[in-house]
């Protein structure tokens, strides 16, 4: 899913380069589908920050410039593929042809941008966190067996360590 391009500070802090050519890198979040003490580690930092991060993105990046933005993000391997190709096959030829790399990055952040307002979908004009928010009360009111008229009115990731293991967990007031 592309989103608004955003400056990314630090490009492989808890991310894995899958694929790379001269202007974009496909990255995987570290423990992503790896499992063992790095996805374990990387759970709980997620959970305990409450970071809801998609495991793959697309980075774009001029060669010489140590600045990258975040042009896409996905939830599985299928869906940044199909963005990585349609990079690959739409932008790539295009890309080689500039000469000065600042018109290559203003170039890519408003074709981002362009496929972004074209998109209509009614799901992503929600607001994130009323979203959140209205998924975790009705997990609440599952997992608890409350009563409708019991609301929530905050939640909180939360964790502990049961011997050497940390464990992972939601705070609910109502």
């Known amino acids: 899913m592309w989103v608004k391009p955003e400056e990314v500070l630090l490009a492989n802090a808890l991310w894995v380069t899958e694929r790379a050519n001269?202007?974009?890198?496909?990255?995987?979040?570290?423990?992503h589908g790896g499992?063992?003490?790095?996805?374990?580690?990387v759970g709980t930092l997620d959970t305990v920050l409450d970071n809801n991060t998609a495991p793959y993105r697309i980075l774009h990046q001029t060669p010489t410039s140590e600045v990258y933005w975040?042009?896409?993000?996905?939830?599985?391997?299928k869906d940044v593929f199909k963005d990585?190709?349609?990079?690959?096959?739409?932008?790539?030829?295009?890309?080689?042809?500039?000469?000065?790399?600042?018109?290559?990055?203003?170039?890519?952040?408003?074709?981002?941008?362009?496929l972004l307002a074209n998109?209509?979908?009614?799901?992503?004009?929600?607001?994130?966190?009323?979203?959140r928010f209205r998924?975790?009360?009705?997990?609440?009111?599952?997992?608890f067996?409350?009563?409708?008229e019991e609301k929530l009115v905050n939640y909180y990731s939360c964790s502990y360590w049961k011997g050497r293991v940390p464990r992972?967990?939601?705070?609910y007031l109502s």
């Not at 499992?35 to 580690?41: D, K, N, R």
């Not at 975040?70 to 391997?77: Q, R």
């Open 22 to 31: 001269p202007f974009f890198l496909l990255q995987r979040r570290k423990g």
């Open 35 to 41: 499992g063992g003490l790095t996805g374990l580690l």
């Open 70 to 77: 975040t042009v896409a993000c996905a939830k599985s391997k």
């Open 84 to 114: 990585w190709e349609w990079l690959e096959q739409n932008l790539m030829q295009i890309l080689g042809e500039f000469e000065a790399e600042e018109d290559v990055t203003e170039f890519v952040r408003c074709k981002i941008e362009s």
């Open 119 to 131: 998109v209509v979908d009614d799901e992503d004009r929600e607001d994130n966190d009323t979203k």
């Open 135 to 143: 998924e975790a009360s009705a997990k609440f009111q599952k997992l």
């Open 145 to 148: 067996s409350m009563p409708e």
């Open 168 to 171: 992972q967990g939601w705070l």
